[in-house]
């Protein structure tokens, strides 16, 4: 667990119920062993802003839990426009299967 992880669990349990939209979640399914896995974007922490294009983008590792033998690293890129909406995003070695 990073440092951040563990910041951002701090300020989750000090309680502010009102988290919902600032929060993108990606699944994606491995490719090469169809474990689901899932990738929570911070939107107030994750971005980092493309000031000449006047966008963002978050790149995120997510790993499988080992269960199936599988420890292929997927690496997540999304890009958002400047009000934090999807513009595009890509999964290396998986399929992106719900984005919200
Ligand atoms: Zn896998």
Redesign the pocket.
Known sequence: MSLRDRLNKLFNASGRPDQAGRYHIVQVR?K??G?ILSARIDLLNDLSPDYDAHTFHARKLVS?SGE?R?F?VIELEIAFDQNKRVLEQRAAGAEIVTST
């Open positions: 491995c090469r062993c474990e499988g199936n599988c292929q």
